[in-house]
């Protein structure tokens, strides 16, 4: 992180368009190494910022999206907490998507990561400078002087001013050196590790929180686009004529397809565009369009044919991945036993509530944009590429997100609000039905897995060979990339949890006939699945406990100093599955019918073990029990930690029972929620998550690692209670929900 | 042809097409957005309200079948919604929170009609309401901490 600075007035208003008073701090600080930082015109623009005004209000600036995840809260709780702040005081504003405020691509379970020790040190530096104000007005020792509840204490004569009423006199401090500031040991924590409510808690219980699809502009109109059924097919020809008859329907012509060029962008489908002024006549005058498409090349795809050609594929060996080693061959020649299994799963989509919508306004020569999106700089970037605007004249708003899960970090949505504002001339909200965000969504990759383990007399797994097959998301930015690049393999299937001596993966061609994109815990479905799923196959075949088979697979205790600052800890690893072995009371009888399942993952550098359990009565699953055990270094916000990791194993449970999309002459064939179904509350198990005390430990990833471990976890104890395998993914085709 | 809304006790006068779905006419007329629309074919419970006091997905039934009864809506209050809403608070129930608009009201229409609701109970009545982000433990220990709640009260 950069310095913290003073911004001053001039400077805050340009940045922020934000009124100034009070102490205003800022820093900058890159979340990527690969950030680039920009200084406007030489002055100090930081990517995060403090103001402390007078009457005592303090505002952050929240530059990551909230989605469900609790971010705004968990930031605010790190500086307040280091400043002593009076939670009831602390207001945020979201900022905008700009490259100034760092990378704000909220995904990868990142934020907290990254940010928590910047904001602390911001909330450190503005407490400083209103102790040394307060000392100098009372002629008393700093040392003398403490914060506590925004208020400056001084602890020989009990005075106490407070924060609002020093902030004039603290602003003309000078910044303290870094050196001179010292954060709050873990006991001394007022906020950090404990449990805060939503900031936002307020706004979701009275229907006042503003999402994307609640934005309203003065005069703006509601547009609905009929996409071509097949991926990147075009429009041939279309009738109008009942559409244009739809009262309230306005306009409806052609939106050809934005081609992203090769890098990061999305682009956006095209399709035929109906302009209405309410959503609702947008919606039926686009379903009483005619159209005829010419489908294109993948209108032949077929997913259950792609599934046999996956896993043919794997039967043959592969190419060889970096990060293989030892003699997997001769392992399995000197094996007592050998076993192998092929594991499936199918392509998901995220289905968050609040559909993919986008409002815009293009006007001459900028663009506003209010939307629910993930990575708003990204967005912002496309529209500059698109529609040939400088960046400096595009502002993205970030509205509240009615759920991400991955899905709204593509800004598709984005481009055709602005390719629809641009033709009409007016502002457009542009939203999706159900039905097209499940039919043409950025996918979750399908998967085919090949494994083969060796085990030696005693039971010891000696050799691991593990082929798979999954089309890359790197296919949606470089069109024919037909193999899994090297960061999604190294999503828990170069970096598994286990010691084995001869490793070998293997990585076949899958091409991509859907556009591809990431979900929530991305390829640490595929690998959680087939690693969780074949190590209890293992362990059956060595006629051994579980959860003993697992820990002995983690192996001692080790270090591994990976690429990143974070290594994986074996010991940690261990401890979260013996706790999780604890708590679910592993090894006790339970009722007949009923059966346990285990299942660990590293991911996101945080480790997880869950244990699963489940009753199988007349052929159909009952999720009755998930224990989970999560060790996230320095958990900063509890009771969120604890429902990110609820509503995890909900999400892990809705895939593996329901989770499926298929596709039949290059379209996709689900539509909605009735077939594309949801685990509801009548289904939900009784959910119990442990923390791991880590508050030494730098904080790691919350909100996607509680996922990957549900479906191989369900998996084996189905097999625990019936001695049937699934291997494929979802239970729904085996007819068990 | 103009016709009267009648939305938490207070009338909107509203030009719309008699087969417009409630939930649109809510949301794109009057301007009310905190109901949600989540589905479009009655399967998420993101549009919920109440109509003459029952629940109702707002999605699928068209506008015209509100003429001359009164709506409820999240954006509206009663005894029960505060309790539950006072148990929401508690329990930090929501994630992203989009859901919970057509969650509250469900479990309105639920206090209203069951005085001491059983687990039972509330998986019956909240089972046809989505949350995707999965915070249905949340939601059950809420409606019971509302009803504990309101006992207080009394």
Known sequence: MSK??????????????????????????????????????????????????????????????????????????????????????????????????????????????????????????????????????????EADCFAENHFIINRNTNEKIFFGDLVAEAAKVAIPDEKTINLKKVEDFKYIGKTLKSLDLKAFIHGTATYGIDVRIPNMKFAAIARCPVTFGTVKSFNANAAEKTPGVEKVFQLDRLVPPTGSFFGALGGVAVIA??????????????????????????????????????????????????????????????????????????????????????????????????????????????????????????????????????????????????????????????????QHSFYHATSAQYLKGSLDTNGQVTGWLQRVAFPSIVSSFKPLSEYASGFELNQGFTNNPYNISNFSLENAKAEANLRIGWMRSVVHIHSGFGNNSFVDELAFAAKKDAVQFHLDLIGADRVIEGRSEFPYDSKRMKAVLKNTAKVSNWGKTIPENHGLGVAIHYSFYSYVATIVEVSVINEKVKVENVWTTIDCGLALNKDNIKNQLEGAAIFGMSLALYGKISVKEGAVEQHNYYDYEMTRMKDAPKIHVDIIEAMHERPTGVGEPGVPVMAPAICNAIFNATGKRIRSLPLVDFGLV | MSKILSINGKSYTIDVQDDMPILWAIRDIVGLIGTKFGCGVSQCGACSVLIDGILTKSCSMPVSFAFGKEIFTIEGSSPNLEFLREAWNEGNVPQCGYCQSGQLIAATSLLDATENPTDKDIDAAMSSNICRCGTYSRIKKAIHKAVALKNESI
């Open chain 1, 277 to 438: 002024n309410n959503t609702w006549a947008a919606f039926k005058g686009k379903e009483s369009l005619e159209i005829e498409w010419n489908y294109g090349e993948n209108h032949s795809f077929d997913s259950e044919k792609f599934k046999e050609t996956l896993t043919n594929r794997i039967k043959e060996k592969g190419k060889l991945v970096p990060g293989s080693s030892g003699k997997v061959e001769d392992a399995f020649e000197q094996a007592s036993k050998t076993i192998e299994a092929t594991y499936h799963v199918p392509f998901l989509v995220h289905a968050p509530m609040e559909v993919p919508n986008a409002t815009a306004w293009f006007q001459k020569d900028k663009i506003e944009v209010w939307a629910p999106v993930q990575d708003p700089q990204t967005a912002r970037a496309e529209l500059a590429h698109f529609f040939e605007i400088p960046l400096q004249n595009i502002t993205v708003n970030v509205t509240f997100l009615g759920g991400g899960f991955g899905r709204k970090s593509k800004s598709d949505f984005v481009v055709e609000a602005v390719a629809l504002s641009k033709k009409i001339k007016a502002p457009v909200q542009v939203v999706w039905t159900r039905e097209d965000d499940i």
């Open chain 1, 4 to 141: 913290i600075q003073q911004i001053n007035r001039r400077d805050f208003v340009k940045l922020f368009g934000l009124a100034t008073g009070g102490i205003i701090l800022g820093c900058n600080i890159s979340l990527d190494s690969k950030d680039f930082i920009p200084q406007i015109e030489g002055t100090f623009a930081p990517n995060l910022f403090v103001q402390i005004k007078k009457d005592g209000n303090i505002i952050l600036l929240a530059s990551r999206s909230e989605m469900g995840q609790g971010i705004r809260t968990s930031l605010a709780s790190a500086i307040a907490d280091e400043l002593e702040a009076d939670w009831k005081y602390i207001t945020l504003q979201q900022a905008t998507g700009n490259a100034k405020y760092g990378n704000q691509n909220t995904d990868g379970s990142r934020s907290v990561r990254t940010l928590l020790e910047p904001m602390r040190r911001m909330g450190a530096t503005a407490k400083a400078m209103l102790i040394t104000a307060a000392a100098t007005k009372w002629k008393a020792k």
